[in-house]
């Protein structure tokens, strides 16, 4: 959300204060949990967040609202990686990471892989064959 807000800032020309960086940070993590499963929130909750922080930054959004839809394919898959990982390392630090279970999903995960890099049919036909 930051760096999207300081593009918008920088393309119409003013830069933010650290304030108001350091209020987007804020507004980003209060709103990010419950906007990250839902299509077109996080576009709404950058817009209010922005018009709140500097509203000169509220018509500089059309400059992103093309790309949202191509960003938002990209949050999800990243937000349940970053969750993943950082539900190892709270485990791991708290003493109850089960190294066993996490070896046999690790593995259960390489011959999936495995197995799709082996398949020499192409994914669209599967879907697609009827």
């Known amino acids: ?3 999207a807000t300081t593009f918008i ?3 119409l020309g003013f830069d933010l204060t650290v304030g108001q960086k350091l209020a987007i940070i804020g507004a980003a993590t209060s709103t990010s949990k419950g906007a990250s499963d839902v299509t077109g929130v996080r576009f709404v909750t950058l817009t209010a967040t922005r018009a709140a922080v500097d509203p000169r930054l509220a018509p500089g959004m059309a400059l992103l609202l093309g ?3 191509f960003i938002g394919e990209w949050r999800a898959p990243t937000t349940v990686c970053g969750n ?3 539900t190892i390392v709270v485990a791991a ?3 109850e990471l089960d190294q066993g279970k996490l070896a046999r999903a690790g593995e259960k995960f390489r011959r999936r892989r495995r197995a799709r890099a082996c398949d ?3 994914r669209t036909n599967q879907i697609f064959a009827g």
């Open 93 to 95: 630090q708290q003493g």
């Open 9 to 11: 800032a920088r393309a």
């Open 1 to 3: 959300m930051l760096q």
């Open 84 to 86: 993943d990982a950082a």
């Open 120 to 122: 020499k049919t192409p």
């Open 67 to 69: 790309v949202d839809k």
